[in-house]
């Protein structure tokens, strides 16, 4: 018994040895890669080509999917950066995968980024590929080693429950100088398992006490006037303040908006989001407005949302996006709903940056009077251009004349009372 105590200090010894050196020689203030993406409109249309081209496969079917190395950066940068400014980079080298990646971290005393680098590759004739090598910023750990380690991490922490839900379909993978084959099987029920896992049904009753405010809010609205939008995200974010800590605030903002979100554009955005779906209240709906425009209303908490469950940056491509497809076939090119969009995005990153600000604009929505607290009037700015007006004015949304006025857009947004808290 005395040896096996022994056995077992010392292996927690070397455990903690172990994370001491990560964390000594892996987090510093030098980022091994610029962090921060710039989505591109080419990007938003490639990112969304690869993260749907699994549904082409039906249930309880064997599909392929092939990505290059170039798919691979987009998808994966895309992702990683739904939660913090970080950057990947991937490389195809000799029938291996190459990832170098730096995540930026909270604020600590140690420093601001975390490097790693690591390979995969299918040694033996593997149908997985496993880890070949690892780097933990200078400090290189066998392969063999380390794989024991993350493996025993994501075991017994909340990130098992990601691992499973996404290795279990994976059948095998194929890497070549060119691309990664990956083969999948999905049946019905793991794919209801992942879909109510990563659309967080399991806090449906935090989103029920929403709903329920919400149609509080809805039931005594009096008919004979406009639904601002200030009017639902009052109570709700008063709502949201009571029930927080500096632990649950984030979430809590982002139920506030998503359940917002959900009246006020109903399935609009529902495609860029991966919030739960819930019904609207029961009884008279109305329209939301800002500055008596409906549309105002749904670009504002529609960025927000998407920016609370992605990141501001695609937030903003998507807006960019869908005025650049107006201006070809639609309403036209409005730089008053790309306003809305750049408030809502803003609004939505301060919801859900840091704790601390997430508190912050609790408090400060909870208190507001008037939707002019955080959306700036943006009505003398021009609106429905053709294609062809948008092109002859502005050229693109590179010149200098489309960053100017994106420059006085965020000048605005910056001066509103609600932004300036910070």
């Not at 249930?59 to 950066?81: C, F, H, K, R, V």
């Not at 890497?175 to 099987?185: H, L, N, P, R, S």
């Not at 005594?220 to 009571?242: K, M, N, V």
């Amino acid at each position: 018994m005395k040896t096996l105590l022994k056995l077992f200090l010392y292996c927690l010894a070397g455990l903690l040895l172990l994370c001491a050196m990560l964390v000594f020689f892996g987090v510093g203030d030098k980022p091994e890669l610029n962090v921060g993406w710039s989505l591109t409109h080419d990007d938003i249309v490639r990112a969304k080509k690869i993260l749907h081209e699994g549904s082409k496969t039906k249930p309880d079917e064997i599909g392929t999917i092939e990505l290059t190395e170039s798919d691979l950066n987009l998808a994966t940068n895309y992702l990683l950066n739904r939660y913090s400014k970080s950057a990947v980079k991937i490389e195809l080298k000799n029938n291996k995968v190459r990832f170098t990646v730096t995540m930026t971290l909270p604020e600590n005393r140690l420093g601001q980024y975390l490097n790693i680098s690591f390979r995969l590759g299918n040694d033996n004739g593997t149908e997985l590929p496993g880890i070949t090598k690892f780097k933990v910023g200078k400090l290189l750990l066998p392969a063999k080693f380390a794989a024991f380690v993350i493996d025993n991490i994501i075991r017994h922490s909340s990130l098992n429950e990601y691992f499973i839900l996404a290795t279990r379909p994976i059948k095998g993978v194929q890497i070549d100088q060119e691309k990664v084959a990956i083969t999948y099987f999905s049946n019905r029920e793991t794919l209801i398992q992942a879909q109510n896992f990563l659309t967080n049904r399991s806090n449906s009753s935090s989103f029920n006490i929403y709903q329920q405010k919400l149609a509080e809010v809805i039931a005594g609205h009096d008919p004979e006037w406009r639904l601002s939008l200030a009017e639902l995200l009052q109570p709700i974010f008063e709502l949201a303040y009571q029930r927080s800590t500096p632990d649950n605030a984030i979430e809590e903002n982002r139920i506030a908006i998503f359940t917002v979100n959900d009246y006020v554009n109903k399935k609009e955005t529902r495609k860029f989001l991966a919030a739960p779906a819930s019904p609207p209240p029961a009884g008279q709906q109305y329209s939301a407005f800002l500055y008596k425009r409906i549309d105002l209303a749904q670009h504002f908490i529609g960025s927000a949302a998407i920016t609370a469950s992605v990141n501001g940056q695609v937030a903003q491509a998507v807006g960019e996006e869908k005025e650049l497809s107006d201006a070809i076939g639609g309403s036209g090119f409005s730089f008053i709903d790309l306003a809305a969009d750049k408030a809502g995005t803003r609004f939505g990153e301060m919801a859900t940056s840091s704790p601390e600000s997430a508190r912050r604009i609790q408090k400060a929505m909870s208190q507001v009077k008037n939707y002019t607290d955080f959306m700036p009037d943006p009505r003398d700015l021009p609106e429905k251009m053709s294609e062809a007006d948008f092109k002859s004015r502005f050229g693109s949304i590179q010149s200098p004349a489309y960053q100017e006025i994106s420059k006085l857009i965020d000048a605005r947004i910056a001066a509103a009372p609600i932004y300036a808290v910070e």
